[in-house]
Structure formats: C-alpha cells, structure tokens
C-alpha cells in the first residue's frame, strides 16, 4: 500500500507529478527481471550493463538529468555526484549497508535514501556460518589437498580443525544479521556472546542464552569471532592490532559486514605469526581483493566474493525492496525503508 507523503520543512526535492512524463533513471547493475519491468511501468530506466560497476566519470555521465539513482555498494554516491546531478531527487541502494553514500550529503539536498534491510538476513547469515564451518574445518584446504594429489590415506592427524559444538561464537555486533547467526550456532551446539553497543539481553526470542559481554571479553573469550557491525566512521578499524592480539591463537575471524571494520594489514601480521588461527572473508578493505593480496596466500584464510546475500530469492527480495524505494521516491512518498527520515521533517 502506497505511504502518504510526509513533507517537511522543505520537503523532498523536486518529486515528479504524474502527468509530467516518465522520470528518467539510472540503474548501476542488472536486476532481476520482474523488478525491473515493474520500474519500466514507471519510469524510464537506463540500466548499466558493463562488466564491472560504473566508473565515477561514468555515473556522474549517466545520472546526468535522471531524477531517481538506484545505486549498488559499489557506487560512490556523494555530494559531488549529486552537485552535477541536480536533478535527482532519491536515492535507492541495492543493499543493507550504505557506507557508499554519503548520507548527510544526501539530507542536506533533502534526498531521501533508500536500503534493504530485513530481506537479506538470512543469507547472509547463511554465508557466515559457511565461512565459520569452511575455517573450523579447513573445508577449502581439503578441497585443495584433494585436488593437489595431497589424499593419500585415511590418516588420524590429516587436516584436524576446531570442533564447533561446545566452543564459543563471538558475535561482534547484535543486529539482525549477528542475531540471525548466533541462533545458527546455537543450533550447532555453541556456546554464544555478543557484543552490541545498544543491544540488552536478552537479544530476543530463542536467544536468551546468548550473553553480552565486553569488548575485549569478546575477543579474549571466543573460538570464532564474526563481525556484524556496519562500517561508519567509529567501526573503521574496530578489529585491529590490539583486538587480534587480544584472540586466542586458535580463534578464527570471520567478517561478512565490511571490509574496513578490520585493519587487513594487522590481519595479514596476525595470520603471518600464527596469533590467530585463521580467517573467512566474504569482504576485504579493497574489492575486488588483489590478486597479489598477501591474504590470498594464507591456507588458513577463505576469502569469499562479497556473496553474503547471493541467493536468488533474496537478491529478487531486494530488487524489490530498491525499487519500492525508487518508485516511492519518484512520486514524493516516503521511502519504506529509509535510512534518512529526517529529509521529511518528522524522524520515524
Ligand atoms: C549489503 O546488502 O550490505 C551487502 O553487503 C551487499 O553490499
């Protein structure tokens, strides 16, 4: 159902009326089929189909003149962008994480930003609990052996790991997705804490044995440690030098969130001396990850590529969610999930 208009002091910039023609579109990466025929109905959509996301000439060349952007973690959306693109008036990201845009930019042109929240929890806990099962048990190192020739014989030392059941999760981070994983490893049989800077126990239903507990605790305590915060000026670096220092040499990091909450380079040191056991990365500081990367070269490290919601029914899920957004956006209305409320004067 359509949400009526909350228009604040100023209001959204620039929406379209109907009878004004189609509003044009810029679309940084195919989606899938029923999204963007439904945005068709509406709009005239210009989608980038190169290999690789739009280089900034190129997004700054293709929103030139379109009112709506929907925008990947991929594209740097910023004031700049928007100064030599006027006309745009929402801004819709096609993910949970924003840390692409440049939000008080966006509220100080009064354009509201939209994200996917809720659609991709699953997944992408989905995805962290396959890094924490791929490290704990050196799936991919296995794998590697197998096909190296490296499989001799059943041998009782052969590639040994961390057995889950009875050791401790640390979830950095108690939003939906870190949640969404502690009951993941509840159900494995592990013990869990958490760690939120807003979050109270207990974390909700069918959580309540999970304990929160300090910062350092966290990292002193667990076997595994997953990262759930969301990259902001405060996160970057959360996990560096200190907090690696701080795990047992058996634990193991796994970071599906954003590649700059870790220091990569304070990872790289701690994989290098054997501080830590070992790392699963679905996100690295720069992505696509080098392939010279230092990290490529740890057995004990599984780099993903940024798959954490890469399942066909959520990637369809947040299509649709982005193209809410955007229509709403296009028609003044307010965003159903929008991650700058204040553009319309009331904070929701
Ligand atoms: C998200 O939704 O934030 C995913 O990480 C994709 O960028």
Known sequence: MATPAVPGPAGPRGAVGPGEGLPAVFVTRPIPDAARARLERSAQVDVFDGADAPTPAELVSRCRGVVGL???????????????????????????????????????????????????????????FALVLATARRVVEARDAVLAGRWKSWDPGFMLGMELSGSTLGILGAGRIGRAVARRALGFGMRVVAWSRSARAPLGPGLEAVELVEFDGLFETSDVVSVHVALAPSTVHLVGVRELALMKRSAILVNTARGAVVDQAALVEALRTGSIGG??????????IPLGDPLLSFANCVVLPHIGSATTVTRVAMAELAVDNLLAGLRGEVLPACVNPEVYGTAR
Not at 281 to 287: A, G, I, K, N, S
Request: with cysteine.
């Open 70 to 128: 929907l925008a990947s973690s991929a594209d740097r959306v910023d004031g700049a962008l928007l100064d030599a693109c006027p006309r745009i008036t929402v801004v819709s990201n096609l993910a949970v994480g924003y840390d692409n845009v440049d939000v008080p930019a966006m509220t100080r042109r009064n354009v509201p930003v939209g994200n996917t929240p809720g659609v991709l929890t699953d997944a992408t806990a989905d995805l962290a």
């Open 279 to 288: 790392a699963g990365l679905d996100v690295t500081e720069v992505e696509p």
